[in-house]
């Protein structure tokens, strides 16, 4: 069973806007620390935005002003609104739960692809 469910990514001109969703099933997203992560083609992991479970919020300086992270309780889901992207945001971006009942859970990904 996927506890984190990705959606909203797709193929963008460079300048353009996505808004990816995370919906979480048995985790609460109000009661936890949720962050998006993503993965480009040869390179690591990076974080690029956190959400505690607070309501505090942090965006990675290579993104900061462009991304948004946020939530809503009542869906059980966390967004990344992401303005004015450039190539190098091409990634596959990952929703994930670090410190949850179940342990560290991630989703399956969705993919952004940004042309130049």
């Known amino acids: 069973q996927e506890h984190l469910v990705e959606s909203g990514g797709g193929l963008v001109e460079a300048g353009g806007s996505l808004r990816l969703s995370c919906v979480a099933s048995a985790i609460s997203v109000r009661l936890n620390d949720m962050a998006w992560y993503r993965q480009s083609p040869g390179k690591e992991r990076e974080l690029v935005a956190t959400?505690?479970?607070?309501?505090?919020?942090h965006v990675v300086d290579s993104v900061q002003g462009r991304f948004t992270i946020s939530r809503d309780d009542a869906e059980n889901t966390v967004f990344l609104q992401m303005n004015s992207l450039k190539a190098e945001d091409t990634a596959v971006y990952y929703c994930n739960a670090p410190n949850t009942w179940l342990g560290d859970v991630w989703g399956q990904g969705t993919q952004v692809t940004v042309s130049s």
């Open positions: 959400i505690t479970f607070g309501g505090s919020t």
